[in-house]
């Protein structure tokens, strides 16, 4: 089963001779893939007791991400939704205001890279 596309719609706007874009990113269901992690900041957090780079520490899954040097804890969000890189990725592409499924990646690190998702028929 193939996994279902984010949607990126993107808006257009004139006003006083000045056109303006806003983009926004519609999630079909969140999974690990594109789930948003929060820095654990629980003063009775024993995560930092761990040997592991995964644990579950006062009742909540934790992650060690060494580019944070820090525990993040799961949300129920979507990374891509929030991500502030999100209006360049969607510039890069330059797309007419519609709506199209994409693809994803993070460069460097934490900057987003969007792909328009091409359905090929079988």
Request: charged share 25%.
């Amino acid at each position: 089963m193939a996994v279902q596309p984010h949607i990126l719609t993107i808006t257009e706007s004139t006003e006083g001779g000045v056109t303006e874009h806003a983009y926004v990113i519609d999630c079909p269901g969140v999974t690990d893939r594109c789930r948003s992690n929060l820095l654990c900041e629980a003063p009775d957090c024993t995560a930092e007791d761990a040997e592991d780079d995964t644990v579950v520490a006062h009742g909540v899954q934790h992650i060690w991400v060494d580019d944070a040097n820090g525990w993040y804890v799961p949300t129920d969000q979507c990374h891509l939704a929030g991500h502030d890189s999100l209006p360049e990725a969607a510039e890069a592409l330059k797309l007419r205001p519609g709506m199209y499924p994409v693809d994803y990646f993070f460069g460097d690190g934490y900057d987003l890279e969007l792909s328009v998702r091409v359905e090929v028929a079988a």
